[in-house]
């Protein structure tokens, strides 16, 4: 019987926002005028069942959650419990977790009788982080059910229970989720105007300073809007990267909201929630090896 203690009410409809959807989407190609060979925009992974929880549905039907990790899922923020607590205070709580969840399929429980069971993947290092953390555990499982009830339109009992010999009901389908995207960054010259110039920059709407991420530091990243006020048509990221030489050293993930950044070896990590979702099809990314700052130009979706 689960800890009620650890779970969610129901009525902390924000937990819907914590599921990054996996689909959706192609990966993005940021200079279509550039020639490239094609790539699948979908990765066919095999999830590695981990554990099976069963519960029931409003009608009293059996339903049971296979839950699944994978090495090629990215993981949410690294956060500690007592920041997860100060988070879930918050009104619009930041944080998110990459999730794959498979559509329904029909199964036979041990009785032999008819039940309904889901496969929910999530990456390898989280899957780790809530065998250790019952608070981690607990605020899983309150965003599987949620994320489930959303996109099936379906209501879960949420006194579940986990299996202890069986890690998971019926044979687990492939998943299809999209494939990373790396956006090709071109090198430019200096773009920025001279230091008597510096004026005519942009209105800052969010600053983000740099700390330490393992051996690697956040780099500081600016972030403009176009208009200034309103709603905006575009975003400009701006980011900093003083120790870069190349940008062949820089990995550069872009989903519809977030921008996921690590430049090698081990010198800068940027895992960044954007204010608005953009069009990746239409974003740009450029790396200025003078002023070392790589610009994204990442247009806003219609409101």
Known sequence: MADKSLLLSEEDGFMQQLVLPTSGSGEVNLFPDQKTE???????VEPEPVACIKTKNDGGDKVFLNICK??????????????????????APDYRIPMSIGEPHAELDKSGKGCTAYDVMISDEFMAKIQKSHIFNGFFMTVVM??????????????????KNRKCLGKLHEHRIRASSKP????????????GQEGTRKQLISEVTPSAVSNSVEPECLIVQEP???????????????????SRTIDLDLG???????????????????????????????????????TLTLPVKPA
């Open 38 to 44: 094609a790539e699948p925009l979908f990765t066919i």
């Open 70 to 91: 994978t090495s090629q899922m990215p993981s949410p923020q690294d956060i500690t419990e007592e920041e997860l607590v100060a988070l879930l205070d918050l009104d």
């Open 146 to 163: 949620e994320g489930l009830e959303n996109k099936f339109d379906i209501k879960l009992d949420r006194n579940w229970t986990q299996l």
């Open 184 to 195: 090709r960054i071109q090198e430019m010259a200096s773009m920025y105007p001279s230091a």
């Open 228 to 246: 200034k006020t309103g709603y905006p048509q575009f975003l400009v990221a701006e980011v900093k990267l003083p120790k870069v030489k190349s």
């Open 256 to 294: 519809e909201d977030r921008i996921l950044l690590k430049a090698h070896p081990e010198l800068y990590t940027l895992d960044l929630y954007l204010p608005y979702d953009v069009i990746q099809e239409d974003s740009g990314a450029q790396f200025n090896r003078d002023t070392k700052v790589l």
